[in-house]
């Protein structure tokens, strides 16, 4: 009795620590694992952000001429990215970062204004400024998912505001990938998009790779 008593026991701490682990925790364990089995290049493009970047699995053959380190995290919102900017930032000593992410904040929260999201961004990107004063810092827009259109006007928005912030900042710029997703008549390509209307098809990465190349160092 005492043995399945102590089991017991035993379990529901397990499950108690389990759930007292906050969200992403297992995400940056995995990336601090990665780097412990293959330590992280110097002066390599380090990306950033949600899961636009965490499907892109193969990147690295996007860019065959570049050393990319790929810590997008799906789900993740900018504020995740300042409560862990210690773990995404510090094992690194990259000549360029690229982040993609702001789209899970409104999803998360379709009354958010563009403004916090704005914040959040600058939040990061001064966090990201103190440990790396002088490298290249890029933004790439948040695109406009189907499945998400009624957040479409705040993700403009931010959008807009976040290209503004970047123009005045050195060695920063903000990359659009609006236009090379839209169709002729000026519409979003849903082909672009796997079923769920959200993440996109290798077509998708093809067109992000042809408008983010003239930026990678």
Request: aromatic share 14%; net charge positive.
């Amino acid at each position: 009795m005492k043995k399945i008593f102590s089991a017991f026991l035993m379990l529901t701490f397990a499950l108690f620590f389990a759930q007292e682990k906050p969200m992403f925790w297992q995400d940056i364990q995995n990336f601090k694992k990665l780097d412990l089995e293959n330590p992280p290049a110097k002066n390599a493009i380090l990306l950033v952000g949600s899961s636009s970047f965490t499907k892109w699995t193969d990147v690295a053959n996007y860019f065959p001429d570049k050393t990319i380190i790929n810590r997008g995290f799906g789900g993740s919102r900018l504020t995740d990215l300042n409560d862990y900017a210690e773990d995404l930032l510090n094992p690194y000593q990259p000549k360029q970062i690229i982040i993609y992410c702001g789209e899970n904040d409104f999803a998360d929260n379709d009354k958010l204004k563009a403004d916090v999201v704005v914040e959040r961004f600058k939040t990061f990107y001064k966090k990201i400024r103190a440990k790396f004063p002088k490298i290249e810092v890029d933004y790439i827009s948040i695109k406009y998912s189907p499945s998400r259109e009624k957040l479409w006007p705040q993700m403009k928005e931010a959008n807009k505001k976040i290209a503004d912030f970047m123009k005045k900042q050195p060695n920063s710029a903000f990359i659009d990938i609006t236009k090379v997703m839209q169709d002729t008549n000026g519409n979003v390509r849903k082909d672009l998009f796997v079923e769920d209307m959200l993440h996109m098809t290798p077509e998708g990465y093809r067109l992000w790779t042809s408008v983010m190349n003239p930026y990678m160092k």
